[in-house]
């Protein structure tokens, strides 16, 4: 989400980034880039040391791949075990990052202003305060 929002046109416009800023988000672009079924955030994954999120985008793409690309039997009517398998293994991974919990106080304010966030402004609406924030330069 993070990524998405510095990525997004009013606010890259308007903000100002250290060239340490800089270099972070273009890590997370790099990292979240999704040329080749997302091979970089696969390769993190794999090395990552949980607790860990995984990727909600990923996960529903790599299982809707699994489940609806690859038939429940086999041409003889034979069950697909190596499709049960690799739903087995999906799910280990999901497991396995759950494992090791968070070492993390809850706070009541962060819980507070998730709770009641409603306030979101469409593309266009977020143009136009960007401009009201720095005008954009009129052509000579």
Same mark, same amino acid.
């Not at 990524?3 to 606010?11: D, I, K, L, N, R």
């Not at 270099?23 to 993190?44: T, V, Y």
């Not at 049960?84 to 799910?91: A, E, G, P, Q, V």
């Not at 962060?110 to 330069?137: A, C, G, Q, Y």
């Given at each position: 989400?993070?990524?998405?929002?510095?990525? #997004?046109?009013?606010?890259? $416009?308007?903000?100002?980034? #250290?060239? =340490?800023?800089? =270099?972070?988000?273009?890590?997370?672009?790099?990292?979240?880039?999704?040329?080749?079924?997302?091979?970089?955030? $696969?390769?993190?994954?794999?090395?990552? #040391?949980?607790?860990?999120?995984?990727?909600?985008?990923?996960?529903?793409?790599?299982?809707?791949?699994?489940?609806?690309?690859?038939?429940? +039997?086999?041409?003889?009517? @034979?069950?697909?075990?190596? +499709? $049960?398998?690799?739903?087995? +293994?999906?799910?280990?991974?999901?497991?396995?990052?759950?494992?090791?919990?968070?070492?993390?106080?809850?706070?009541?304010?962060?819980?507070?202003?998730?709770?009641?966030?409603?306030?979101?402004?469409? @593309?266009? @609406?977020?143009?136009?305060?960007? @401009?009201?924030?720095?005008? $954009?330069?009129?052509?000579?």
């Amino acid at each position: 989400a993070v990524v998405s929002t510095q990525s #997004t046109g009013a606010v890259r $416009r308007v903000i100002s980034l #250290t060239h =340490k800023q800089e =270099k972070i988000l273009d890590s997370s672009h790099s990292l979240m880039d999704s040329s080749d079924s997302h091979k970089n955030l $696969r390769s993190a994954l794999r090395s990552a #040391t949980p607790p860990l999120i995984p990727y909600l985008g990923l996960c529903v793409a790599d299982l809707t791949f699994l489940i609806h690309g690859n038939p429940d +039997k086999l041409e003889g009517g @034979e069950i697909n075990f190596t +499709k $049960r398998h690799l739903t087995y +293994k999906f799910m280990d991974v999901v497991r396995r990052s759950q494992i090791t919990p968070y070492n993390i106080a809850p706070r009541d304010d962060v819980i507070t202003f998730f709770n009641n966030f409603s306030d979101h402004l469409e @593309e266009e @609406e977020m143009w136009r305060r960007s @401009e009201d924030i720095k005008p $954009r330069r009129r052509r000579g």
